[in-house]
């Protein structure tokens, strides 16, 4: 059974950072791509970044770039989303998704879902 497990989500005041993972399990892991997604209350879902099965290549929203890092291990079946410089608008709920198609910030393109993890920045 495919299950993805976000943590590491909380509250954190402006500039503030923090460290989300996405463990993996039930599925080859590094055959599929993994997104980050977030939803803000009352928003669309939209994409935050995404790296490739192999981890050598990755994307972000232009509204994190330069704040966020995505990384991966496939050894442990974990990817990181690390934030920094937080600021009120990325109040969230952050979800991983994967898939095997390439990296794609149409949320609808993902085939399997974690349950979500709040993020909250305080101003």
């Known amino acids: 059974q495919l299950q993805l497990v976000e943590s590491g989500g909380g509250l954190v005041q402006l500039g503030g950072s923090l460290r989300l993972s996405c463990v993996a399990s039930?599925?080859?892991?590094?055959?599929?791509?993994i997104g980050w997604f977030r939803q803000a209350p009352g928003k669309e879902r939209e994409a935050v970044s995404c790296?490739?099965?192999?981890?050598?290549?990755?994307s972000y929203a232009d509204s994190v770039k330069g704040r966020f890092t995505i990384s991966r291990d496939n050894a442990k079946n974990m990817v990181y989303l690390q934030m920094d410089s937080l600021k009120p608008e990325d109040t969230a709920v952050y979800y991983c998704?994967?898939?095997?198609?390439?990296?794609?910030?149409?949320?609808?393109?993902?085939?399997?879902w974690g349950q979500g993890t709040q993020v909250t920045v305080s101003s």
């Open positions: 998704a994967a898939d095997k198609l390439p990296c794609d910030p149409v949320p609808d393109k993902y085939d399997y």
């Open positions: 039930g599925f080859i892991f590094d055959n599929y791509n």
């Open positions: 790296i490739s099965s192999s981890g050598g290549s990755t």
